[in-house]
């Protein structure tokens, strides 16, 4: 059985920077490369928003408009991790961020939607204040 693991979230300042981690356990040798990964964010009373999100081969990315130009989304498949480069933080950033992913082709189209993806991280907090 695989699990994710999110990391890397805190409080920071607006303006600030975090990098999130998400690292995969138990994902079988040589199949990481192979999975679509995206990056959600979820606020108190609001839906999980991807905000994030590359096909598995890298050729397709995806960046909600509210943070296109500051997130960043990578990943180093010999690490079987996924990052979020997160700059210019703003109060409204403050969320639960979770990392996701999909061993199976995630299309363009879609990749943007929670319901396609099947393995989920645990979440961590990102907190900015004004």
């Known amino acids: 059985m695989s699990s994710w693991q999110a990391s890397?979230?805190?409080l920071?300042?607006?303006g600030d920077s975090l990098r999130l981690s998400c690292a995969a356990s138990g994902v079988?040798?040589?199949?990481?490369?192979?999975?679509?990964?995206g990056w959600f964010r979820q606020a108190p009373g609001k839906e999980r928003?991807?905000?994030?999100?590359?096909?598995?081969?890298?050729?397709?990315?995806?960046?909600a408009d509210s943070v296109k130009n500051r997130f960043s989304i990578s990943r180093d498949n010999a690490k079987k991790t996924v990052y979020l480069q997160m700059n210019s933080?703003?109060?409204?950033d403050?969320?639960?961020?979770?990392?996701?992913?999909?061993?199976?082709?995630?299309?363009?189209?879609?990749?943007?939607l929670a319901n396609q993806y099947?393995?989920?991280?645990?979440?961590?907090?990102?907190?900015?204040?004004?």
């Open 94 to 112: 403050t969320a639960v961020y979770f990392c996701a992913a999909k061993d199976q082709i995630l299309s363009a189209g879609v990749m943007s």
């Open 12 to 14: 920071v300042q607006a």
């Open 49 to 63: 928003e991807c905000v994030a999100a590359t096909s598995r081969s890298g050729g397709s990315l995806y960046y």
């Open 8 to 10: 890397g979230g805190g």
């Open 28 to 37: 079988p040798g040589g199949t990481f490369s192979r999975y679509g990964l």
């Open 118 to 130: 099947y393995h989920w991280g645990q979440g961590t907090l990102v907190t900015v204040s004004s």
């Open 89 to 92: 933080l703003e109060p409204e």
